[in-house]
């Protein structure tokens, strides 16, 4: 057992359902049963009783519940008294982002941290959402930034701009106007994510409730792919207007109705490690603040803070 399956075998016992903790962990079912499986095979016993209803407790796997419970809250003692006998002073920090966040914001973290806490290591991982969770989940990320889901509502995220989604064009063709309704999008071809994507789900979602037939030419999950295809004119893409190359790229607002999302801050359940690094999130909380609220006042009739 490592310290996911632990996780996991927490999260499903809280739920009393696999189908139910695979939701609030950002996993698939699948992946979460064949966890619970393999521990049960490496443990030799069965963890929990399977029915209709949901799943619950053996005696057996009471007790394994008690065991991984004691090595969550034993990891997270360790964390804190490693960071305390460095004197509290954080040497490293793991930050999750998404791609169309790590194009605003690596940059003024980057140059915050040097201010600040000279000397420290950042490490920069992109993913995402559904990537970031697991990430959390897993104990590889110190600080998140990622999409307002029902995946991260259990982390308690804090939300720090909702943005609406633009039609992006390249530069060079013709002229888009300011505003665009959803129903519009049907003349376009576009370049978007696959389904797997929770934005995918919202804009198919849309487009089925008001009878429109999306022309999707290409579907792409790196939003580097994306944008390198708007820009050469070959599709227009659905992005968050932060993520909008002005040098290459035009957009239009999509509305009626409109496509938001909200980005949130998100750190790990188990705590953060030390007061050195609640004191680099700090710090980098302030600046990702600042970040969007600058933006935000360059299109205020966009962005809400």
């Keep these: 057992m490592n310290l996911a399956s632990c996780f996991y075998l927490i999260k499903v016992a809280e739920h009393g359902s696999l189908s139910n903790a695979a939701v609030v962990l950002g996993v698939t079912q699948s992946a979460l049963s064949r966890a619970i499986r393999e521990m049960e095979s490496e443990l030799g016993v069965p963890i929990f009783h399977r029915d209709g209803r949901g799943v619950s407790l053996t005696e057996d796997g009471k007790v394994v519940l008690e065991a991984a419970q004691s090595v969550s809250a034993t990891m997270a003692d360790l964390r804190s008294a490693l960071d305390a006998s460095k004197g509290g002073a954080a040497k490293e920090i793991t930050v999750g982002l998404m791609p169309s ?86 003349s376009y071809p576009l370049v978007i994510q696959s389904r797997s994507h929770s934005t995918r789900r919202e804009i198919d979602n849309i487009a089925t409730e008001q009878g429109v037939r999306l022309n999707v030419a290409v579907e792409a999950d ?68 600042s970040v969007y609220k600058r933006f935000a006042e360059l299109s205020q009739d966009e962005l809400q803070i």
Aim: one cysteine or more.
């Design 101 to 186: 966040t790590a194009k605003l914001l690596t940059v003024p973290l980057m140059a915050r941290l040097r201010e600040d806490f000279p000397g420290t290591r950042m490490q920069i991982i992109e993913g995402a959402t559904g990537h970031l969770v697991e990430w959390l989940n897993d104990g590889r990320l110190d600080l998140a930034v990622t999409n307002n889901s029902t995946a991260i509502k259990r982390f308690n995220p804090e939300p720090v701009v909702t943005h609406h989604l633009h039609l992006a064009a390249a530069r060079g063709g013709p002229k888009l106007p300011s505003q665009i309704t959803f129903a519009e999008l049907a």
């Design 222 to 289: 790196s939003l580097t792919a994306i944008s390198q295809l708007v820009a050469a004119g070959l599709a227009y893409g659905l992005i968050p207007h932060f993520a909008v190359d002005n040098r290459t790229t035009q957009s239009a607002v999509v509305v009626d109705p409109s496509i938001e999302r909200t980005i949130c801050l998100v750190t790990p359940l188990a705590g953060v490690r030390g007061q050195g690094l609640s004191q680099m999130i700090r710090s980098f909380r302030t600046e990702i603040r």
